[in-house]
């Protein structure tokens, strides 16, 4: 079975540090990754996606792909109390199936 | 801009009856649709997805069935509620026809079956 794996934490970071979310898959041919922000009582919101090995930046966001490990992870840096949610990772083998991890609550602490 | 609704937000249903759940998206033509169920500190479960008017993929067997009567209306529906099918439900959206695209969720039903 396919899967998604994330560690469910709670993740704890201070304010202004940087947040480390990791997150790895079961089947070597995904091609696509995405990373969702959900906050309490809302739905899934779309911060990124990742299509090809290495580095992606937007703003404060760093998504990271290493197909070969088959880990992606995502860099939150100057955490604000604001990013405190729960981050979902999505992984796409092409078809019309996402998968979802489970998710990792982040708490910034002001 | 693309826009998708759903309604109603939230719901209390007792066991045994109906249910239907509408999702509607705006500013887009011909999108992938997808019904996910969500329960309590759990992940999304895809239950189904539509490449097209009347084309329904059902991913999981259970008492839900979905429609596409129209291009950007994607209903979910039950004829007996289960307590089981208590969850937030979320309609989502994506571009094209072919898949691995990203993917745009609706605020979501929260159903409460009692």
């Known amino acids: 079975q396919k899967e998604v794996e994330q560690n469910s934490g709670p993740l704890s970071v201070p304010e202004g540090a940087i947040a480390s979310l990791n997150c790895t898959y079961s089947?070597?041919?995904?091609?696509?990754f995405f990373w969702y922000r959900q906050y309490s009582g809302k739905s899934p919101e779309l911060i990124m996606s990742?299509?090809?090995?290495g580095d992606k930046e937007d703003g404060r966001f760093t998504a990271q792909l290493n197909k070969a490990s088959q880990y992606v992870s995502l860099l939150i840096r100057d955490s604000q109390p604001s990013d405190s949610a729960t981050y979902l990772c999505a992984v796409s083998t092409g078809g019309f199936k996402t998968i979802f991890g489970a998710g990792t609550r982040l708490f910034v602490k002001a | 801009s693309q826009t998708i609704h759903q309604w109603p937000a939230t719901l209390v249903q007792p066991v045994g009856s109906p249910l239907s759940l509408e999702c509607t998206v705006e500013g887009t033509s011909n999108p992938n649709l997808y019904w996910y169920r969500q329960a309590a500190g759990r992940g999304l479960q895809l239950l189904f997805y539509?490449?097209?008017?009347?084309?329904i993929s059902s991913e999981v067997p259970q008492n839900l069935s979905a429609s596409r009567p129209q291009d950007r209306q994607f209903i979910l529906s039950s004829k007996k509620l289960l307590l089981s099918d208590s969850g937030f439900y979320l309609c989502?959206?994506?571009?094209?026809?072919?898949?691995?695209?990203?993917?745009?969720f609706g605020p979501g039903t929260r159903l409460t079956v009692l």
């Open positions: 990742i299509y090809s090995n």
């Open positions: 089947d070597r041919g995904s091609q696509s």
């Open positions: 989502a959206w994506s571009e094209g026809t072919s898949g691995g695209r990203e993917q745009f």
């Open positions: 539509s490449v097209g008017i009347g084309q």
